[in-house]
């Protein structure tokens, strides 16, 4: 006896419009109809940053960077702020927003020396990445970056705060430790980490500590 299904009916999701419920001086909030591979009208509802430039798909950059010295361990350059959504600090990459005419690795060092007054060297560029795509549309583009220590002007480097940021405090953060000293600020303080900072500390681990361990066979 066949028990054969009719096949479900497939189309490619897309949206049909976007309207405008509600915009601020950074944010947007927007109704979003569209279709389901299904051929299901839903609606959903998302945020977008007002400040995207037109000329880029990312709005802003994410930056790893290592600062390396003599005789010193390489560290990750990380900054701990005040997060009003969050309601206290949070320890993250420094980071910001695209300006008109600027590619990423350009807005990922000026941002470098706004937040942390280090002045540093473009090694790597990712994709565009989303952040948060449940939410929002907002996307990133990660910018590894090398800072010379021993040059005089990363020596004893001075912020170049605006007024949107004034109050950012630089951490630096041993790489091959990077993980444990998370979780040791974590215990000490109630801060919440970024999420891509601690997906990278764990690839850390696994990059450091999981090769030197020999596997076990199963019995």
């Not at 709005?59 to 969050?86: E, W």
């Not at 891509?196 to 020999?214: D, T």
Request: charged share 25%.
């Amino acid at each position: 006896m066949s028990n054969t299904e009719d096949p479900k009916v497939t189309t490619a999701p897309h949206i049909e419009k976007e309207e405008l419920l509600a915009a601020g001086k950074w944010v947007k909030l927007e109704k979003t109809t569209y279709v389901d591979p299904a051929g299901n009208t839903r609606t959903w509802e998302t945020v977008k940053r007002t400040t995207r430039q037109t000329n880029t798909e990312a709005d802003g950059v994410g930056i790893i960077a290592l600062l390396k010295r003599t005789l010193h361990k390489d560290c990750v350059v990380m900054v701990k702020q005040f997060r009003p959504p969050m309601g206290c600090c949070t320890l993250e990459f420094p980071a910001g927003l695209i300006d008109e005419g600027e590619t990423a690795e350009a807005a990922a060092l000026r941002e470098l020396k706004e937040e942390t007054g280090y002045k540093g060297e473009v090694v790597g560029v990712t994709p565009v990445t989303c952040l948060d795509p449940g939410l929002s549309n907002c996307t990133t583009q990660i910018v590894l970056v090398n800072i010379n220590g021993d040059d005089m002007e990363n020596i004893n480097p001075t912020q170049q705060l605006g007024k949107e940021t004034q109050f950012v405090e630089v951490i630096l953060l041993p790489l091959d430790e990077f993980q444990i000293k998370i979780d040791d600020l974590l215990k000490k303080e109630k801060i919440v980490v970024d999420t891509k900072v601690y997906i990278f500390a764990m690839g850390m681990v696994q990059a450091f500590f999981k090769p030197r361990e020999l596997p076990i066979l199963k019995q």
